[in-house]
T-cell receptor
Framework: GEDVEQSLFLSVREGDSSVINCTYT??????LYWYKQEPGAGLQLLTY?????DMKQDQRLTVLLNKKDKHLSLRIADTQTGDSAIYFC?????????FGAGTTVTVRA | EPEVTQTPSHQVTQMGQEVILRCVPI?????FYWYRQILGQKVEFLVS????????KSEIFDDQFSVERPDGSNFTLKIRSTKLEDSAMYFC???????????FGSGTRLTVV
C-alpha cells in the first residue's frame, strides 16, 4: 500500500530558503503533489510533478524528485511570512491521493 | 478560478444522529472524492466516485457512510449514526478527465457531541 512520510516541523528565517522533504513507497505512483494548508482553510494545490521528471520549477517553488530513492522535496525560495502553513506531500495511486502527515512551516522574522 | 464548494462550513451534531455533508464539485469534473482530517492528524482517504459508482473506499468507509450524486451537481457524504470519533474536518475534492491536479474544497468541520 501507499505510505508517505514527512518531517513534522520546519522553522525558517524570513528571506531564507525552506526545504521540505518527503518519502513515499509506491513506486508505481505517476504523480506526486505538494499541497498547502493555512490555518482553518482547505488544501491548496501548490504544484505537482510527473514521475518521469527530476525537477520542476514554478516561480519560488522548486520540486526535486529522486525516483530511485522515492524522495521528493519542495524548496521555497525567499520564504515569506505568508508561507507559514502546513505542507502536505501526496502520491497518486490508482483511484486516490495518499497524503503524508504534513510539515508545519513556521517563518520567523 | 473554478472552486469546489462545501456546505456547511461547520456542523455540530449529537451522537447517533445522521448528518449529510454537501459538496458542489467543479462543473466539468468527473472524479469525486471525500477525505477527512482528524485534528492534528493525516488527511485520510474515505472514498472515490466515478461514473455514478464508488471506485474505491477505505476501511474507514464502513456501512455507516454513503455517498450520492443526486442531481448531477451535488456530491454528498452521509453518516448514518454519528460517533464521537467521526469528529473531523471533511474535505471534498474533484478532478477532471486528463487533469492532473485535484481541487479540494475548504472543508466541513464536523463536531459530534
Amino acid at each position: 500500500g501507499e505510505d508517505v512520510e514527512q518531517s513534522l516541523f520546519l522553522s525558517v528565517r524570513e528571506g531564507d530558503s525552506s526545504v521540505i522533504n518527503c518519502t513515499y513507497t509506491d513506486s508505481s505512483s505517476t504523480y506526486l503533489y505538494w499541497y498547502k494548508q493555512e490555518p482553518g482553510a482547505g488544501l491548496q494545490l501548490l504544484t505537482y510533478i510527473f514521475s518521469n521528471m527530476d525537477m520542476k520549477q514554478d516561480q519560488r517553488l522548486t520540486v526535486l524528485l529522486n525516483k530511485k530513492d522515492k524522495h521528493l522535496s519542495l524548496r521555497i525560495a525567499d520564504t515569506q511570512t505568508g508561507d507559514s502553513a502546513i505542507y502536505f506531500c501526496a502520491e497518486k495511486g490508482d483511484y486516490k491521493l495518499s497524503f503524508g502527515a504534513g510539515t508545519t512551516v513556521t517563518v520567523r522574522a | 478560478e473554478p472552486e469546489v464548494t462545501q456546505t456547511p462550513s461547520h456542523q455540530v451534531t449529537q451522537m447517533g444522529q445522521e448528518v449529510i455533508l454537501r459538496c458542489v464539485p467543479i462543473s466539468n469534473h468527473l472524479y469525486f472524492y471525500w477525505y477527512r482530517q482528524i485534528l492534528g492528524q493525516k488527511v485520510e482517504f474515505l472514498v472515490s466516485f466515478y461514473n455514478n459508482e464508488i471506485s474505491e473506499k477505505s476501511e474507514i468507509f464502513d456501512d455507516q457512510f454513503s455517498v450520492e450524486r443526486p442531481d448531477g451537481s451535488n456530491f454528498t457524504l452521509k453518516i448514518r449514526s454519528t460517533k464521537l470519533e467521526d469528529s473531523a474536518m471533511y474535505f471534498c475534492a474533484s478532478k477532471g478527465q486528463g487533469v492532473y491536479g485535484y481541487t479540494f474544497g475548504s472543508g466541513t468541520r464536523l463536531t459530534v457531541v
